[in-house]
């Protein structure tokens, strides 16, 4: 059958066998990304039986995952294929750990200029969605160059290399003495890291959001550790503010012993976060080098098929002695 043959030709045993395949998957990653998630919530946490199960049962469909796709008539997804082309498998990972590296950074912002600066729930969106503006501004600036170059590898580097300076920068300012610039111009160097630098994202942005669920638990032994020794050894402040977030934090007024030690407390937290987001943002800039420096084509949309032929084509080769292959 051709790779481009309508899925309405599909026979009954060829829709079977890729609903196995992504039965698979899906099962395979809700298994092990939902324990993650709610396992603050267990009876014994990680240890708890229901937990441990998921994540075995989860690790059990992951693996047999490759093997449905290789043992059935017409996969879901084409993995030898897939495994070896280049254009899919790196710009798929760079997405997928860009996204995790910025999870890691983005999603727990908001409560901590909160805390740690005394943002006003209005400041605190601008804050949080500054990221989001920078990148869709510069994104624009990425497509012309782009355009005009017709290259898009170097491109995406540079993308990468901002996004590292943009976190290094965060973590240098993850002080409570840092001004506003210092802490908005961070966040705009990651938005036009991210605007040149992206090319699966909902797969790194679920593990970005479970690995930070996880680190963020380590915010209540942080709390206990600093608040303390300043409210002699009273726990039931810590756990106060661990429970209420920046709303309960609030309650102690800024300067005060118990609400710089708050503050410490969650930018130590913040902390740890922003360095596994630099690490996977320096692996996130290399893998960028990995990418094929094609040309972009001007007279087709799809720079690797022959959509009107459905034939897999050289890309670099001169249009009039393009080598054709069956897809």
């Known amino acids: ?75 879901l997804v084409h993995l030898r294929e897939l495994a070896l082309n280049i254009d899919i498998v790196v710009p798929s990972l760079i997405y997928a750990v860009d996204q995790f590296s910025t999870t890691l950074s983005y999603q727990p912002a908001l409560q901590w200029v909160e805390v ?5 729930t209005s400041n605190a969106v601008y804050f949080y ?15 012309v160059i782009s355009m005009y170059t017709r290259r ?29 610039a210092q802490l908005v111009i961070p966040q705009i160097i990651q938005g036009i890291g991210g605007a040149v630098v992206l090319l699966i994202i909902n797969l ?16 209540q032994g942080l709390l206990h550790q600093y608040v ?24 102690y007024p800024q300067g005060s012993p118990v609400r710089d030690a708050i503050s410490a407390a969650w930018s130590a937290n913040m902390h740890q976060l922003l360095i596994g987001a630099l690490v996977s943002g320096i692996i996130n800039a290399l893998m960028c080098l990995g990418m094929p420096d094609r040309q972009l084509a001007t007279e087709t949309q799809n720079n690797v098929t022959d959509e009107r032929l459905g034939v897999m084509v050289d890309p670099q080769a001169d249009p009039e002695k393009r080598v054709e292959t069956t897809a």
């Open 1 to 75: 059958m051709n790779a481009l043959s309508p899925a309405s030709t599909a026979s009954p045993s060829t829709v079977a066998s890729r609903n196995w395949s992504s039965s698979s998957t899906c099962w395979a990653f809700c298994l092990l990304l939902v324990p993650l998630t709610i396992a603050t919530e267990a009876p014994h946490g990680y240890n708890s039986g229901y937990i441990i199960a998921m994540f075995v049962l989860g690790a059990v469909a992951l693996v047999a995952w490759p093997f449905v796709e290789l043992a059935v008539p017409r996969p």
């Open 116 to 120: 740690t600066f005394n943002y006003t």
């Open 129 to 143: 969605y500054t990221q989001s503006l920078s990148n869709v501004a510069f994104s624009m600036v990425a497509s």
């Open 152 to 180: 898009y590898k170097w491109v995406s580097f540079f993308g990468g290399c901002l996004r590292v300076l943009g976190v290094g920068l965060m973590m240098r300012y993850c002080t409570t003495g840092s001004t506003t």
């Open 204 to 219: 790194g942005d679920a593990i970005g959001s479970a690995v930070t669920g996880t680190v963020q638990q380590n915010l």
């Open 228 to 251: 303390d020794p300043v409210v002699n050894g009273n726990a039931t402040v810590a756990t106060r503010v661990y429970e209420g977030g920046a709303s309960a934090a609030e309650l």
